[in-house]
Antibody, heavy 122, light 110 residues
Framework: EVQLLESGGGLVQPGGSLRLSCVASGFTFSSFAMNWVRQAPGKGLEWVSGLSGSGDSTYYADSVKGRFTISRDNSKNTLCLQMDSLRAEDTAVYSC???????????????WGQGTTVTVSS | QSVLTQPPSASGTPGQRVTISCSGSSSNIGSNYVYWYQQLPGTAPKVLIYRNNQRPSGVPDRFSGSKSGTSASLAISGLRSEDEADYYCATWDDTLSGNVFGTGTKVTVL
């Protein structure tokens, strides 16, 4: 069974930083792209970033480009999201999501973790 | 503001058929696979349809997906109370170089 367990969320002041982690199990981690998707309170889903299975292709939503950095360690089955220069509008539940293919582009998302909550407020 | 437009709500009585539309453009739906996700209240989203019209194992055949040009649709036939949820379409956008989600549709079973 595929399992994705996120951690690292919390309360941070505007302009601050947080690092989210996701530990994966139940599948060959390096064979699949991984993504982060967020959902603000009472709002819809927003894709944040994606990373190919090999780690050599990264993609970001315009809303986070230049502020967030996605990375993975295939030896530890771990996905990370470094979030810098955080803003109030980044407040959301952040979920780690497995892709359906080694490549990010065009192959969708298939399994979600339960998410970790990030609150940006002074 | 999403590039994929869905109706905010849809409803039906048990047993009825409900259809949800997802409107996009040539840079997203028009040139990439469409996926549909169901989010039950308080839970993580689950994939209902992948690659336009394929159902993962375990998804009832009451759910079906289709795509034509720059639009896609999700149909739920034989509506049940447990189908009350939010539904999202998604695809890749070649111009944005990223995945995009639809605005979401809340389905209510009357």
């Amino acid at each position: 069974e595929v399992q994705l367990l996120e951690s690292g969320g919390g309360l941070v002041q505007p302009g601050g930083s947080l690092r989210l982690s996701c530990v994966a199990s139940g599948f060959t981690f390096s064979s699949f792209a991984m993504n982060w998707v967020r959902q603000a309170p009472g709002k819809g889903l927003e894709w944040v970033s994606g990373l190919s299975g090999s780690g050599d292709s990264t993609y970001y939503a315009d809303s986070v480009k230049g502020r967030f950095t996605i990375s993975r360690d295939n030896s530890k089955n771990t996905l990370c999201l470094q979030m810098d220069s955080l803003r109030a509008e980044d407040t959301a539940v952040y979920s780690c999501v497995k892709g359906g293919h080694p490549l990010v582009k065009g192959y969708g998302l298939d399994v979600w973790g339960q998410g970790t909550t990030v609150t940006v407020s002074s | 503001q999403s590039v994929l437009t869905q109706p905010p709500s849809a409803s039906g009585t048990p047993g009825q058929r409900v259809t949800i539309s997802c409107s996009g453009s040539s840079s997203n739906i028009g040139s990439n696979y469409v996926y549909w996700y169901q989010q039950l209240p308080g839970t993580a989203p689950k994939v209902l349809i992948y690659r336009n019209n394929q159902r993962p194992s375990g998804v009832p055949d009451r759910f079906s997906g289709s795509k034509s040009g720059t639009s896609a649709s999700l149909a739920i036939s034989g509506l049940r109370s447990e189908d009350e949820a939010d539904y999202y379409c998604a695809t890749w956008d070649d111009t944005l170089s990223g995945n995009v989600f639809g605005t979401g549709t809340k389905v209510t079973v009357l």
